[in-house]
């Protein structure tokens, strides 16, 4: 399992190594905060438009047949992201990153799970959430600190990076061979019943909202730093969002043994709180109140998402749940899409300030709403 978990590590550093040096391309090829979001939003789009197929392919025809491409596209995102002298090749470089991040959430957790076996599915779940934690938290400190250290910093930083991907891909070519399918391949959208929809949007509610405040810190946070609270440190804004991804896996082992209900509440005061800690940043030029705000975030996106994942792993049948896991994601990253492009382009016409306040307010009304409602619903099933 230990191998298998490797790749979803290396490539979930990728995901997140390019945080702290936004900054340095926004001066460097300058390009608005509006067009930042967008570069950033790609990666979602990639991963959204990935996770509508990759699983079903590799249910169908098997693990390697997948992961290889996808690792592959990852290596042509670090080559493009190392040598990034337009603004097309860094969101090119996004758009791949997701896709690659969309392979390994399907095909490289399920191949985990493949390599524990039947008597082992715990361990290989943990496993695979904490090589995906460590990956997302590993990328952003490592390159924030290569920034913060070298007068060029960037190729560097994509060397190693491609050196990791390079060590994954040789894992993924060790994997069992392709599958004989044994009927036509017929793609189609996840679909949640009915019966179980109410369970999902409980998670969505929650999870969505958390998610967003995570996206605004990975794609604005270095912003903020840099020109708002004038502290120019790519360490501290990549150990600002390793500490986010490693809270929100922290928070989910000291909660899981509570009610539903409970972790949809705190879930959403988390995200609220964020809010408020992220006002105070921005008013009151304070670098801790903007790192609070970030590790709540973190909590609340956490704390979402175990809820949802639990809901689901209750109420819904094994053979719809991977379907369910999709839709739940779908709907949690869409907002954390579209919020952040908004502020971004919001912050070109009235300011960072007025801009970073105004998706605070948004979000914290969200989350309040989402997470009344979400909390409503888990007390109605008594989970």
Known sequence: MWPVAWMITAVFMLSNSTTPLYVHWQERLRFSSGMLTVIFALYIVGLLGTLLVAGQLSDHYGRRPVLLPGLLAALVACGLFASAGSIAMLAVGRLL??????????AGMAAVADAGGPERKSKAALL????????????????????????????????VEA??????????????????????????LPYVAVSN????????????PGITGTSFVLALGPSLLAR???????????????AMFFTAVGVQFAVRKWPVARVFAASAVATILSMMCLVLAIHASLVPALIASALLAGAGQGLGQLGGLTLIGLHVPDTHRAQANAVLNIGGYIPAGL??????????????????T??????????????????????????
């Open 358 to 383: 105004s998706f605070a307010l948004v979000l914290a009304f969200t989350a309040l709403i989402g997470g009344t409602w979400a909390m409503r619903r888990a007390e109605q099933h008594d989970v």
């Open 228 to 242: 708002l609270l004038e502290m120019r440190s790519p360490l501290l804004a990549g150990g600002m969002a390793c």
């Open 197 to 208: 929809r109410r369970h999902v949007l409980g998670g969505i509610a929650t999870f969505g």
């Open 128 to 159: 695979a959430s904490i090589a995906m934690v460590l990956g997302a938290g590993l990328g952003p400190l490592c390159a924030g600190a290569a920034a913060q250290w070298l007068a060029h910093p960037v190729p560097p930083i994509f060397a």
């Open 97 to 106: 990153a997701g896709v690659s991040v969309g392979v390994i959430v399907s």
């Open 339 to 356: 919020l952040p492009v908004a502020t971004g382009y919001l912050i070109d016409h009235v300011g960072l300030a007025s801009a970073g």
């Open 163 to 188: 050196l990791v991907l390079f060590s994954a891909l040789a894992v993924a070519s060790r994997l069992p061979a392709r599958r004989e399918a044994d009927s036509p391949l017929r793609l189609r």
